[in-house]
């Protein structure tokens, strides 16, 4: 293969599909706006460590990243810890990360409790999904579990990460949320991993092995047009000039490529509409709660998970400091999509102080607040039929997105598997144009 390629966007799965394409003997360009390779995860220092702007982790059965992690020499720095799992609600925060710690949470009555625990093991025996794409996952929870853990338990969860556009969700994507926390236990204790030092390295050292194979490798450069002509790609226009290219391979936020086409070339099912997220990073002179992973779906803070970093790695890790994340998901009509971060960090932390037992505004050390306007695809009812396939009906024009990832949510490994599918259709393409010349 020796056609020109050009890969807009220098996240995982673009930087993963530069590297298979440049291993097959493709002649690589790999553009990203940003200044380093990484996307979603791109890192800040936090003492002189790298630290994520968004939480990323490892789940034991995500192949596709190990593999890639692996190949990069990178595997001996994975880093396994048991994961917890917590609730706040109405001011208190509940364990929640064994059946055990189910039964002993009152705010839902015992019955419930139980019929909770069976809908769970039901849950675990389902393996067909494509009949849960019809169905709001609020229902399908509400009938495997009960209709009072529906309204206290699974609906405030839902609403805290699509906020207004919750009910419209369908089951097969929260089906798949379980399936994976499921394929993350071993031993009856689910385990996460994480890249000791930072997935900073991670991305240091795909640069690396890319320019060493000869791709080229363009940071600071955003795609202005995909040139189409004819019915098929020509090349890509940036700012610094033009690039000629016989294919191209799209990356990014899927509705940002109508941005690069011309209405009459665009295709409706890339109209899909995201889930922006505000990240508020907080370094702190002692943790905040026990828990890893903290589910907020108390209805009178604003936003709906307390990530602790360092109640999964040790914070010593960041010479003493204590890490957490505070997250919140948006739907583009939100009013909270135009609020400014560094207010909204300010807000959350008096509430924090006012709410979170323990805690202090004099606990927070250093506060750092980011926003992804497009951090995942808003996935609605029928979400199957809406994805746009990889190979566009533009000639030479390919797409490989988190929009395209379903039922199974985003993640660092998913985009891996997606680039070596990319990589599979874009050959395909190449050898049936070179046959049909």
Not at 11 to 37: C, D, M, P
Not at 253 to 282: K, M
Not at 327 to 351: C, L, Q
Request: charged letters at 20%; proline letters at 7%.
């Amino acid at each position: 293969m020796t056609r020109r390629v050009v890969v807009v966007g220098g996240g995982i799965g673009g930087a993963a599909a530069a590297l298979h394409l440049t291993k097959a003997g493709a002649n690589v360009i790999l553009l990203e706006r940003g200044e380093q390779l990484g996307g979603l995860v791109t890192s800040f220092e936090v003492g002189g460590v790298p630290l994520e702007l968004a939480y990323h982790y490892l789940v034991p059965r995500e192949q596709e990243i190990l593999d890639l992690l692996s190949e990069l020499d990178l595997a001996s720095m994975i880093a396994w810890y048991p994961s917890t799992v917590a609730m706040m609600m109405g001011g208190r925060v509940w364990p929640f990360t064994g059946p055990f710690d189910l039964l002993r949470f009152s705010p839902l009555p015992f019955g419930d409790r139980i019929r909770t625990g069976i809908g769970a093991l039901r849950l675990a025996r389902t393996n067909d999904w494509e009949p849960l794409d019809g169905e709001p996952a609020m229902d399908w929870l509400g009938r495997l579990t009960s209709p009072r853990a529906r309204e206290i338990v699974w609906k405030p969860l839902l609403r805290a990460k699509f906020g207004t556009a919750a009910p419209g969700v369908p089951a097969a994507w929260m089906w798949a949320r379980m399936k994976q926390r499921e394929g993350g236990r071993k031993r009856g204790r689910e385990y996460l991993g994480y890249l000791t030092g930072g997935f900073r390295q991670m991305f240091e050292a795909l640069d690396a092995r890319l320019r060493s194979l000869g791709a080229d490798i363009r940071t600071g450069s955003a795609a202005k047009r995909i040139v189409v002509e004819g019915g098929r790609v020509r090349g890509v226009e940036l700012e610094q000039g033009s690039i000629e290219a016989d294919t191209v391979l799209f990356t990014g936020p899927l509705p940002a490529i109508n941005r690069l086409v011309s209405p009459e070339d665009a295709d409706p099912r890339w109209a899909g509409e995201g889930l922006g997220v505000v990240c508020v990073i907080l370094e702190l002179t002692r943790p905040m709660t026990d828990a890893f992973w903290v589910n907020v779906v108390d209805e009178d803070i604003p936003f709906g998970g307390i990530i602790e970093h360092t109640n999964l790695i040790p914070a010593s890790h960041y010479n003493g400091t204590h890490i957490a994340y505070l997250s919140r998901y948006y739907p583009p009509d939100d009013p909270f999509a135009n609020a400014d971060v560094a207010e909204t960090a300010g807000s959350w932390i008096r509430i924090l102080a006012e709410r979170m037992p323990g805690f202090a505004a004099d606990h927070v050390t250093g506060v750092h607040p980011f926003r992804a306007p497009y951090a995942a695809p808003l996935v609605t009812l029928g979400y199957q039929a809406k994805i746009p396939p990889m190979r566009s009906h533009i000639e030479g024009l390919y797409l490989s997105t988190t929009a395209q990832i379903y039922p199974q949510d985003r993640g660092m490994s998913e985009g891996v598997r997606m680039a070596a599918l990319a990589t599979k259709e874009i050959l395909a393409g190449t050898s049936a144009v070179r046959d049909a010349v």
